[in-house]
């Protein structure tokens, strides 16, 4: 049972699905660092003033002392989320307090690419883990499994492989166990 249950992580929903991320002069990509675990507030009050922005959120399942099981719903990357705004939003968005600081995003395309991979894996329910810093490795993409098409990098683990997915302008990304899936290098 949920503690809250889960909020919009993306607004509007066909947020990822459009092809015109470049900073045009007027919206643009920001990421956003929140003050400390006030996501999901910000995420609530930018619904209420109908700004664009993806915040990913992954279930967290546990007991309670009493032994129920509980989910709560928690920022895949912690204090960041995704705004895509004008200057107008964006001011609107500092206004509610909850806000450190916003970065500018100067590839809004890559970044649009990544925040869609990120979605993609959060939407297929299987365990992620968050992985703070990029290590060399090797490109592939799957070719079979709910994951096909997805490219990444592949990293060994305590003799597990994993995929990581990067959000390339935070220098993080999501990390999730490889079953059965098969991978092929990209050149």
Known sequence: MPILA???????ESLLCRDDFVN??????????TRSRQEKA???????MEISFY???????FRSPSGRLRTSYLPLFTNYLFMYSDGHDRHRALKTNLIS???????GVQLTHDLR???RLTRTGMPLSIEANIQPGCKVRINSGPL??????V????GTDFLFVVVNFLQQGALVKLEDEQVRPIP
């Not at 045009?24 to 660092?33: C, K, N, T």
């Not at 915040?55 to 399942?61: A, D, E, M």
């Not at 600081?101 to 590839?107: A, F, L, N």
């Open 155 to 158: 990293l060994k683990r305590q």
């Open 55 to 61: 915040c990913p959120v992954l279930p967290h399942r």
């Open 42 to 48: 910000l995420m609530r009050a930018l619904v209420s």
């Open 148 to 153: 096909a098409g997805m490219e990444g990098v």
């Open 6 to 12: 889960a909020e919009v992580d993306v607004f509007p």
């Open 24 to 33: 045009d002069g007027e919206s643009q990509w920001w990421a956003v660092y």
């Open 117 to 119: 991979q990120i979605q």
């Open 101 to 107: 600081k916003t970065i500018e995003v100067s590839d």
